[in-house]
């Protein structure tokens, strides 16, 4: 969902690693505003 007005968010994670490894892997794939690009296949760092 969007929100008319809004710029941008801030995530917080208790465990930021396997935070944003949880966000990058489930909930971007969903997002509309990466629809265009890839999916990533391998690990980068």
């Given at each position: 969902?969007s929100?008319p007005?809004?710029?941008?968010?801030?995530?917080?994670?208790?465990?930021?690693?396997?935070?944003i490894?949880?966000?990058?892997?489930?909930?971007?794939?969903?997002m509309q505003?990466?629809?265009?690009?890839?999916?990533?296949?391998?690990?980068?760092?």
């Open positions: 969902a929100v007005g809004a710029e941008g968010v801030l995530l917080t994670f208790d465990d930021f690693l396997s935070g490894e949880t966000f990058g892997e489930r909930i971007q794939p969903l505003c990466r629809a265009h690009l890839p999916a990533l296949t391998q690990e980068v760092a």
